[in-house]
């Protein structure tokens, strides 16, 4: 029921929806007021019985009233009502309810609940054992639950972001706020985050003065200075979810969600997730009220106190025509006498203390608790114990209040464990247990306005001496210093559930069964009852429920302990967390230059790495890419072939002592290699095995450029790195990495020269640039570089230009070699071509191949040291058991390989023992029309000419081959050198 | 976790790559036989409590001495390991 004139609230009016029912609130309502405002108490069904719940809180704490909202993809699930804002249009739906919120079927649930107390799944559903996983769980699943996702993909923008700052302030009560003041006008950058959307905490639900204003609008002088200031930073809707190492806060910010689609900005993600990096933080998170367990404690009407004193100051919205107060200390009164200042009718004040006197018209039943409550859907009476005998009283609402706990969580975050502070019988932080982190006000178990007002100040100075800047002066504004009196109430006995964890339906007697059940320790209680889980993780109910556990052990409070909060605060979504790296945000693109024009001829692109490259360039008529590759292959062994090779990683090494670094990262010499030619290098690992190979021309006496392999570009880089600054930094060179400034080409084939004669300012020949040869040239007036190397075994050149020219460099390249009866080649028939040859790729240099396994191991220089040098003569290495480089073919011309697949002896079993080797490369070699294969085969290098036997068992396939040779194809080399 | 790049100041962890314990500063001499070179290769501390590690800094590409607790995530100093290897 709304009371007009009253609360914070705007005129102006907002149409929403429930359940399909068309309601109205005013701008300025969340759902949880609007709700109430409307008279609408039923809002949801509880996890496991089914019990009709309603509002219970103000915040963020809420157990009960968790909604969907929004429709499909778009949907999203267990949005806490006493946060969502309203806005035109809302259409909110409740949950874990069929076929609807007053009748719900599975609050059967509730009238066998005898059996289904805390852990009843562990002992009921035993067995058959086979029964659990497919029938028992599915089922308790299904009846248990909260709201359900969509099961489609969200398409809405999400975001994260990073924020920098000197001091962080966590919420904008009386202590946040002066927190803030007092670090900004020190000149700190100072980031003040609040969760809700307006500024003030529980400054906007209360009645009082602040230096002589009501608290509301002093809240707007503060924050018009804070806004002024250039050092500043207001960031409302945001929560701060998160405490981690070195001063990194997670935060989740609400940027459209808030607002109807759309109405925000058209390009406004839904939610921020922020990292926030802060040198200094005060936490002045505040507090959250705890229930008190008394029998039917949760019926639709039944709320927190401070929670109806904020609906009703803040929202204008009276829960209750018939309100009753339920209390243990002084803060339940100010609801009563704020109700009765507003005209709404008090009924009873049940204070649990004696001797608590109050000057008001409305009736107090002191030394008194509540024992019972009526009601189906909605409160209609409670039953209380006074002076011995039992009285019922008829209210649609009643607000406890069981005290306050101070909002401990982010202390918690880094292993704190808070400390028992037995004035107001909740835990209050452990200081220190953030380093950086400076609590204030009721977080800090301050509770009086005044007080809180004075810590804000104090934490600030201390944050500030952090940064190592001393605070100004700042005056303690004028304010209340009432008394916080409590003492010790936390469940009534009586007949019926007393309620904990309202979110997870835990009640006194399922603590004293964990108790009983020697589930005796907090965590194990917590996992056997479910006690604290879900959304609200307990936020309004561990420190209760730990009081009960603690009576039922014998144990103190503080023995007992709590569980452990971890992050993050609130629920956040993976779609905020995880923003900008879904699809191809996860894996970005690498294009080459050529990429375009490769599509445009119609190149299936396959990934390496994070790079595309061409599959294969399809003609008319081409039906598979078998008959695309193998044509490419012919192409290039008859005519000339086009291929982009910029994707290697291309390293530029300068310096006097360039050479030096080369032979020490690779395991032959480098230093004798003259100007102007290219030489094959291998580079171990520091055990001995092969990292990596490529080619590294010399093109000045100390100017050499390095080409990776397109998967180790950015590893070798780095080892590069490692070996120049941490063990060679005696060594005079400069290291680049410029792949991607250089687009470069491979120009394959008998017409290869031909063809590049067609594009170069000078022509080149044989005894210019012989087999191996590099230098600069003038490619159509631009300056490019020229190697004469070769992947492919025919003659073969990779021309190099500035990146901006490659794309018309390749389609010029593409055109010219058209003309001379060739065309561009992909990745497919690279492959067969290199096979062909015995080329060696990672496929062969895996990680568990050393220079002795691929046949290289004459090439490792016992002149110099080098990475890898000493390990690789391990006896162990060099055994000529080991598996070495073959090459296979099959005995029987249309014989299948497989890469994968094992070697055994022609007669042996095709098991484990028997093992000798594995393939590693295959293809179908258009040359000599068969299929072929590089493997790794037990002292291979002597069995040329033996027969094996290929096993591969999954896709049982099993072929004769004949070991033979890796090099299949010209291996004089004749070829290369035409 | 905030790695202070001697370079370019403090930055994200996630700006860095884990390079291993600063026993990669102390490579053997081809010679030193064979225990010596296993302990470079292979053998590492797994330390409770301060150590002394190689970070990557990607952006930048400096390898950074960090001394970092592993009890209590304290990150301290980090300094240049070429100015250490020297």
Redesign the interface.
């Known amino acids: 029921m709304r009371i007009e004139g009253h609360g914070l609230i705007g005129p102006g009016t907002v149409d929403f929806s429930f359940d399909g029912k068309r309601l109205q609130g005013r701008e300025g309502d969340t759902l949880a007021s609007a709700l109430l405002a409307n008279d609408v108490r039923l809002v949801g069904r509880s996890f496991k019985y089914h019990r009709p719940r309603g509002i219970l809180t103000a915040g963020p704490e809420e157990p009960n009233a968790l909604v969907s909202v929004g429709q499909g993809a778009g949907l999203v699930p267990n949005v806490r009502a006493t946060q969502q804002e309203l806005f035109a249009g809302l259409a909110a739906r409740s949950q874990n309810r069929w076929p609807s919120l007053e009748r719900d079927v599975m609050s059967v649930n509730d009238l066998i609940s005898p059996f289904l107390g805390a852990g009843f799944y562990y002992k009921t559903f035993m067995w058959p054992r086979a029964f659990w996983e497919r029938l028992y769980e599915p089922i308790i699943r299904r009846a248990a639950g909260l709201g359900a996702l969509s099961g489609q993909t969200n398409g809405e923008p999400y975001e994260k972001a ?1 924020a920098f700052c000197d001091v962080l302030v966590i919420g904008s009560g009386p202590a946040g706020l002066m927190a803030a003041l007092t670090a900004a006008r020190a000149g700190a950058d100072v980031i003040l985050a609040d969760e809700d959307a307006r500024m003030g905490g529980r400054m906007l639900a209360e009645v009082e003065d602040v230096d002589g204003i009501p608290s509301h609008e002093w809240v707007g002088e503060v924050l018009a200075e804070l806004a002024a200031l250039p050092n500043v930073r207001l960031m409302a809707r945001t929560t701060v979810t998160g405490a ?5 806060f997670g935060a989740l910010e609400r940027v459209a969600l808030h607002a109807a689609p759309g109405a925000v900005s058209g390009a406004a993600p839904r939610e921020c997730f922020w ?1 926030i ?1 802060a040198k200094a933080s005060v936490l002045a998170a505040g507090a959250l009220e705890r229930p008190i367990a008394f029998p039917n404690n949760d019926r639709p009407g039944i709320m927190m106190a401070g929670a109806v004193r904020a609906y009703l100051n803040r929202w204008g919205v009276a829960p209750g025509k018939e309100v009753t107060v339920f209390g243990n200390n002084d803060d339940a009164h100010r609801t009563a006498r704020d109700l009765a200042a507003a005209g709404v009718k008090v009924v009873g004040l049940i204070d649990s203390r004696d001797g608590v006197t109050s000057g008001s018209d409305y009736p107090v039943f002191t030394g008194s608790t509540v024992i019972g409550t009526a009601g189906r859907l909605g409160l209609e009476h409670i039953t209380i114990r006074h002076n011995g005998g039992i009285r019922r009283i008829r209210t649609d609402c009643l607000a406890m209040s069981g005290g306050w706990n101070p909002t401990v969580h982010l202390t918690c975050h ?1 292993n704190g464990r808070p400390v028992w502070e037995p004035e107001i019988l909740s835990f209050v932080p452990r200081p220190g247990s953030i ?1 950086g982190m400076v609590v204030a006000g009721s977080a800090n178990g301050v509770f009086a306005t005044h007080g809180c007002l004075a810590d804000g100040i104090r934490a600030a100075t201390e944050a500030l001496a952090v940064l190592g800047v001393s605070a100004p002066q700042v005056e303690v504004p004028e304010a209340e210093e009432r008394p916080y009196a409590i003492s010790a109430l936390w469940a009534v006995e009586g007949k019926g559930r007393k309620w904990l964890d309202f979110q997870n339906d835990v009640h006194v007697k399922d603590i004293r069964l964990a108790a009983q059940e020697n589930f005796a320790s907090v965590e194990h209680m917590k996992r056997y009852t479910t006690q604290g889980m879900a959304t609200d993780q307990g936020k309004s109910s561990n420190v209760a429920a730990l009081a009960v556990l603690a009576d039922a052990t014998g144990r103190g409070i503080p023995e007992t302990g709590t569980t452990t909060f971890r992050p993050p605060y609130v629920p956040v979504s993976i779609a905020a967390m995880g923003a900008g790296s879904q699809g191809k945000g996860f894996a970005p693109e690498r294009f080459t230059t050529s990429h375009g024009a490769s599509v445009a001829l119609g190149a299936p692109m396959i990934e390496a790495g994070l790079w595309y490259r061409p599959s294969y360039f399809p003609k008319p008529g081409e039906t598979t890419w078998r008959e695309a590759c193998d044509r490419e292959v012919a192409m290039v062994r008859s005519a000339v072939g086009v291929c982009d090779v910029s994707t290697l990683g291309k390293i530029d090494i300068q310096g006097p002592d360039a050479a030096a670094l080369l032979d020490f990262v690779y395991a032959n010499t480098f230093s004798s290699l003259k100007v102007g030619k290219v030489r094959y290098g291998l580079m171990l690992r ?2 001995g095995y092969v990292m990596d190979d490529g080619t590294t021309a010399r093109l000045a006496d100390t100017h050499y450029v390095m080409t990776t392999t397109t998967a180790a570009a950015g590893l070798v ?2 080892h590069l ?2 070996v ?4 060679r ?2 060594l005079d060179v400069q290291i680049v990495s410029v792949t991607e400034s250089w687009a470069q080409f491979s120009v394959a084939g008998p017409k290869a020269r031909e063809l590049l004669n067609t594009i170069l300012d000078t022509p080149t020949d044989d005894a210019a640039m012989p087999y191996m040869g590099c230098g600069p040239v003038m490619v159509s007036g631009v300056a490019g570089r020229l190697f004469r190397i070769s992947f492919s075994g025919e003659m073969a050149y990779e021309v190099a230009v500035p990146a901006d020219y490659g794309e018309s460099l390749y389609r010029l390249l593409v055109a010219q070699a058209e003309v001379l009866g060739g065309g561009p080649y992909g990745m497919e028939a690279l492959n067969v071509l290199r096979i062909e040859k015995g080329f060696i790729t990672h496929a062969e240099i895996h990680g568990r191949t050393t220079a002795f396994d691929i046949g290289m191991d004459r090439m490792v220089s016992l002149k110099k ?1 080098c990475i890898g ?3 690789s003569r391990r006896p162990g290495l060099l055994d000529d058991n080991l598996e070495q480089l073959v090459g296979l073919r099959p005995v029987a011309a249309a014989g299948q390989l497989t890469a994968g697949a094992h070697l055994f002896e022609e007669k042996a079993e095709a098991v484990r023992v028997n093992d000798q080797g594995y393939v590693t490369s295959v293809c179908h070699s258009p040359t000599l029309g068969r299929m072929i294969g590089l493997g790794f085969l037990k002292d291979g290098r002597a069995r040329h000419g033996e027969t094996v036997r290929l096993v591969d068992h999954l896709r049982k396939i099993e072929t004769l081959c004949e070991v033979c040779d890796p090099v299949f194809f010209d291996p004089e080399g004749g070829r290369l050198r035409g | ?2 790695i202070n790049c001697p370079h370019c100041g ?1 930055r ?1 962890r996630r700006e860095f ?1 884990w ?1 291993g314990a600063d026993v ?2 102390n ?4 010679d030193a036989g064979e225990a010596a ?1 296993d302990d ?3 053998l590492r501390e797994n330390p409770a409590g301060a150590s002394r590690e ?1 970070w ?1 800094h ?1 952006p930048c ?3 950074a001495l960090v001394e970092r607790d592993t009890v209590t ?3 301290g100093d980090a300094v ?4 250490v ?2």
């Open positions: 990073f981690y190492d070195q001063g990194t990292r990096v880094m380093p520091e055990d880089m780095r790195d490692f120049s600054q941490v063990l930094p005696d040291d040098q000493t390990m | 976790m905030r403090t994200d790559t390079s990669a500063l490579r053997p001499a081809p070179w470079y290769v292979h190689l990557y990607d590409g400096t390898f995530h304290l990150v240049l390991a070429e100015k290897a020297r």
